[in-house]
């Protein structure tokens, strides 16, 4: 019906697709039109060309900000910093404030002069609440959305077409980073699988490719990357931000972040980079504000004391009390200025920002219950995911969402042509969701949780935190707990450790929700040995808390039937008495073993290792009295067993045996035989398993062997070759 009101080679569009497309887009009015099948007449509008906007906050400008007052300092400092890095004298600088205090508005007044400069470049990235734990969710997400132009619609021969595309232009087609970023991206390929290195050094590589994409991108052009809201972001970003920054000294890169404070008791350590702490405003810049609110038309002395009062100086606090008072029915609007209606006390000016956005949520009551649900969701929300909880569904819940982009609750955060929406401010979603009773609070979660599973399968394999934290939230421990264990391992294959400490404990403390004993006991023993597993990533063999953990392990598991689990925990304390030269606490445990060892179903697992374990004795004398129990190992093992060996403190077994075995013949007087096993040992380098502690055994016990046999050479050529594994 539009097309007909085109003009040659033009676009018209109604108001409905303009609301979808403003800001983006610069259109003019060609008037009201009668279109057939419509009884009014519709005003259409003609598309000119685009604004050139590129971000959110442009989308926001569109709709006029209010003015950034009282920040004149802070702004020459960036500035500074920015000419700085032009000049190849790259920085880093973090902008500290609570909420609202305007951290966002003070990098996009920078990135406005970097988009005005041409030839300059500036990314953004942002961190997430429902991402604390996603090792370097903002760094891969900014890569995969800006970068390499990858949509969620994209199927996996798409997603490496673009991989390729972008690696070819600015890494020279790398094979390595094509495979480490399509496995950190969740992208499978089997011309690219996941690398064979140890989770330690996968971990560096994609530190240092994440790395090598900022900076070989700032080698071409100066280049401005802000990362907001570092308050959640997950260790792994972190620590990447503590090495990034050392790298930016001679390079035309500025690194701009944003954090508020954080709470006291929070163990996260923020990086060590240079802060501004933003303030909060004086009493005239809060009047300024006002003023533009108000399109220029002055409010009662009586209000403008009161918004002073109750807003302390917070931007955003001024702006969002300032909209409230001037929507409600309370002012009167004269040509120059607003007069109250009654007595200001009658006047129902909320205390706090929480009450104010209340008042405004209860005056959109016919969509509050669409901002109730996505705050469930999160803060930022697909159209598909609205679609797939929510009861309304096509035009009609587009015309609702309107109504929320006009009111300034919602903004536009879709890329391409996949809609997308997210909360204005953190403080407007955490004002929805606290709005309601738990008990809704829950069914929407478990709403959201039924609907990932049913309908959204990649977040189910790519990001199970998620779909845990929801599970969590609607009240159904014994479904969340495995998707925090899962989530875990996820982040333990890419040696993400304290993330998968923060899932496990997660995990943890919903165990008091499990009503039934065995199955609580069951679920904590889980969590309990994973647990204990990535301290011994994360802290080493002898660490205090990997035979602490252990210990509360063995006492579940023995509280229950004996299990292969059992064995598992006792090696792992084994491990511990050994590394910690506790030779009189490992042989009792050795004893206690060997009790299980006459288990006619499970015995199997406590004969194999209490074998392996009595040959490690041979470090403390009598070397050739021990040496045979190697070999007795490896002839009881069974490798058509089915069995996880990389989750196992000592990683797959035969390769700690013939590790030990061929240090033992060295030490006691069989060279030979001990060269040959340390060459059959090498040759497990490319073998199925490649976690990190077999490949420690794969590696080490070789180059230990050398030394012990004087042959330098052959022992430096193993650990150079090691040692890039394990950086």
């Known amino acids: 019906r539009l097309e007909g009101l085109a003009p040659h080679n033009g676009i018209v569009v109604s108001p409905q697709t303009l609301n979808l497309i403003k800001g983006w887009f610069e259109v003019k009015s060609i008037g009201l039109k009668s279109l057939k099948g419509i009884s009014e007449p519709m005003e259409v509008f003609e598309v000119i060309g685009e604004t050139g906007a590129k971000t959110r906050l442009d989308i926001s400008k569109f709709k006029g900000l209010s003015p950034l007052v009282g920040r004149e300092k802070e702004i020459k400092r960036l500035r500074e910093h920015w000419a700085r890095a032009q000049d190849g004298k790259g920085s880093a600088l973090m902008l500290l404030g609570e909420a609202g205090i305007g951290k966002s508005r003070l990098s996009d007044k920078l990135e406005a002069q970097v988009h005005r400069d041409k030839g300059k470049l500036k990314l953004e990235a942002r961190c997430s609440m429902y991402h604390t734990n996603s090792a370097f969710y903002p760094l891969l997400e900014v890569i995969e959305n800006e970068l390499l132009g990858i949509k969620a619609s994209d199927g996996n021969p798409k997603r490496i077409e673009k991989l390729e595309r972008f690696f070819k232009e600015h890494a020279s087609g790398r094979k390595e980073l094509i495979t480490l970023f399509a496995e950190y991206l969740g992208i499978s390929s089997e011309a690219y699988p996941p690398l ?6 996968k971990r560096a590589k994609i530190m240092g490719g994440i790395s090598g994409v900022f900076l070989e991108l700032a080698a071409r052009r100066p280049m401005l990357l802000v990362i907001e809201d570092l308050h959640w972001a997950d260790a792994s970003t972190l620590e990447w931000l503590e090495s990034f920054k050392e790298e930016l000294e001679h390079k035309t890169l500025f690194l701009l972040c944003t954090t508020r404070p954080h709470p006291k008791g929070d163990s996260k350590k923020l990086p060590t980079i240079d802060l501004v702490k933003l303030n909060r405003l004086e009493a005239r810049n809060m009047k300024h504000i006002c003023l533009h609110q108000a399109q220029g038309k002055s409010l009662p002395e009586e209000v403008m004391k009161q918004i002073i009062v109750k807003t302390e100086g917070v931007p955003l606090f001024v702006e969002e009390l300032t909209k409230m008072v001037l929507e409600s029915d309370r002012l009167e609007e004269k040509a120059d200025h607003y007069e109250l209606i009654g007595p200001l006390a009658t006047l129902d000016i909320p205390s706090t920002l929480q009450d104010s956005l209340l008042a405004r949520l209860d005056q959109l009551k016919d969509v509050k219950g669409i901002v109730q649900m996505s705050s469930v969701i999160g803060r930022e929300f697909s159209m598909e995911m609205l679609e797939a909880v929510l009861p309304e569904k096509g035009e009609e819940l587009r015309h609702n969402i309107k109504k929320l982009l006009n009111a300034d609750i919602f903004q536009n955060s879709g890329k391409d042509n996949e809609l997308g929406f997210q909360f204005k ?60 264990l899962k989530a875990a391992q996820e982040a333990g294959k890419t040696n993400a450790a304290k993330e998968a400490i923060a899932h496990l404990q997660k995990g943890l403390e919903l165990l008091p929700g499990i009503e039934d004993e065995i199955q609580r006991r069951n679920f904590e023993l889980d969590l309990k040995m994973s647990l204990g597993g990535i301290y011994i990533i994360s802290h080493g063999f002898p660490h205090p808390l990997v035979k602490e953990t252990f210990d509360q392990a063995r006492d579940l598991a023995q509280s229950l039937e004996v299990s292969p689990k059992l064995a598992l925990i006792l090696v792992g304390i084994l491990n511990y008495y050994f590394n910690t030269e506790d030779y009189k606490a490992f042989d009792e445990l050795s004893k206690d073993m060997e009790s299980y060892s006459n288990d006619p179903q499970h015995g199997y697992w406590f004969k194999l290792y209490l074998s392996h374990f009595k040959g490690g004795i041979l470090c403390r004398g009598d070397i050739k009295k021990h040496l045979p129990n190697f070999k007795k190992t490896l002839d ?13 403190p000592s990683g797959y077994l035969p390769y700690a045996t013939k590790g030990w075995w061929m240090v033992g013949l060295q030490i006691g007087g069989y060279p030979t035989q001990a060269r040959k096993l340390s060459m059959e040992q090498l040759t497990y380098k490319d073998t199925d398993y490649q976690d990190s502690t077999s490949l420690y055994h794969v590696y080490t016990f070789p180059a230990l062997y050398g030394l012990l046999a004087r042959d330098w050479n052959y022992a430096q050529e193993i650990l150079e070759e090691y040692l890039p594994l394990t950086r």
């Open 196 to 201: 064979a290195v140890s989770p330690f050094a």
């Open 636 to 648: 009881l093992f069974d490798p058509e067993l089915p069995f996880q060996w990389e989750l196992t």
């Open 425 to 484: 401010h953190a403080l407007i979603q955490d004002t929805a969701y606290g709005s309601m009773l738990r008990s809704r609070r829950r069914q929407m979660h478990q709403k959201v949780a039924t609907v990932i599973q049913k309908d959204f399968s990649e977040i189910c394999e790519t990001q199970p935190e998620q779909l845990a934290h929801h599970l969590t939230e609607a009240d159904q421990p014994d479904l969340a707990i495995p998707q925090w």
